[in-house]
């Protein structure tokens, strides 16, 4: 069973950084792709990144590229979003998730939700 807790969210000023942080209590982390969504008030839940089990695959939405950077470390069964160069838009709850298909992209393809976490840029 997968269990994800996300941690790391907060408040940061328009440039700054952050790091997000989502362990699986589970004993089957390595086996998942695991991804990274974010919801603004009002909008729809939108892919931000993705790593494969192994790590050697990772998408990043084009919203983050060159900002935001997915990894993970399956001994810790744990999964970060390393934010950096932050905006205003960048403002919204932050869900780790986990999937069984290898280049997982799409919100239908995630089996398993953490809660969230808040993340709010101010400019």
């Known amino acids: 069973q997968v269990q994800l807790v996300e941690s790391g969210g907060g408040w940061v000023q328009a440039g700054g950084s952050l790091r997000l942080s989502c362990a699986d209590s589970?004993?089957?982390?390595?086996?998942?792709?695991m991804g990274w969504f974010r919801q603004a008030p009002g909008k729809e839940r939108e892919f931000v990144a993705a790593?494969?089990?192994?790590?050697?695959?990772?998408h990043h939405a084009d919203s983050v590229k060159g900002r935001f950077t997915i990894s993970r470390d399956n001994a810790k069964n744990t999964v970060y979003l390393q934010m950096t160069n932050l905006k205003p838009e960048d403002t919204a709850v932050y869900y780790c998730?986990?999937?069984?298909?290898?280049?997982?992209?799409?919100?239908?393809?995630?089996?398993?939700w953490g809660q969230g976490t808040q993340v709010t840029v101010s400019s």
């Open positions: 998730a986990a999937a069984s298909r290898t280049a997982a992209m799409t919100r239908s393809e995630y089996g398993y």
């Open positions: 790593i494969s089990w192994s790590g050697g695959i990772r």
């Open positions: 589970g004993r089957t982390f390595s086996r998942y792709t």
